[in-house]
């Protein structure tokens, strides 16, 4: 016979019982970055230069694996300071379509698992467009978040683990919930992204959006405005398109990945 409630006691429609499983696959992701930027002009008495020390704290989960290589998800604007307008903040005249100005960047990712133990990341891949970024490290003997193959509903809540601000312990992950808005488009720097009523702020970047399967349906990048209550969210398909083109590289090129990798957790 059938029981119109049984569904909404299951295992899958309950919020706690989610969290304690999918806190295990949530990286707390420690970011250091060394920017060196100059002004080659010929029309300069000398070329300026300008050397950018930077370090962050956000979000990221593991979001598959590939032979013994993990992969973890974050938002691009955390793994490269090419994303938006980061540089401008530093050098307002800086502008990556004048070839005078020359600019390396190297970054160290520490990823912390949700025993403490933490592990050497290496850049993959990542997509400006969408603010998706994929890691690669040594195994993390934790299960991946499997990404969603449909998109959220509108009106539907769904649930969001993150470390907004830092705020992580090995014994404390937040979680938090809301609804789906829907999708819009803000800004030149980005593709159209989901918009969900949940709390965000820094530190929130790179966390998944689940849905009640345990799903990812997005991934936070920022807040729309000044309303830190409602977090924007690249789309389960936009990390799909990044995973698999993560994934392309690694079969490609794997034994030299793995051997950087191996070289980092060393």
Known sequence: MGCSSCAASSYFFNSG????????????????????????????????????????????FIVGRHKNITLVATSA???????????????????????????????????????????????????????????GSSQIPFPALPISKTAPVIGEEYYNIAAPMGLWSKTMIPLFEGRFLGMMKRSTDREVSYLFSIPTIGGSSGSPILNIYGQVVGVTHSTYGGFQHIAMATTYNQLKDTYDEAIKKLSEDYEAYMLIITLANI
């Open 17 to 60: 019982d989610l969290f304690r499983d999918a806190r295990k696959s949530f990286i707390k992701l420690a970011v250091y970055k060394k920017v060196t930027i100059t002004n080659t002009s010929s029309t300069s008495a000398t070329h300026q230069r300008h050397e950018l020390e930077l370090k962050s704290s956000s979000s990221a």
């Open 77 to 135: 604007h955390v793994c490269t300071i090419l994303m938006g307008n980061q540089i401008n903040h530093f050098i307002s005249r800086y502008s990556t379509n004048d070839s005078d100005w020359e600019l390396t960047e190297k970054s160290k990712f520490i990823l912390n698992d949700h025993t403490g133990k933490k592990y050497r990341g290496v850049l993959l891949d990542y997509n400006l467009d969408y603010d998706i970024c994929i890691l």
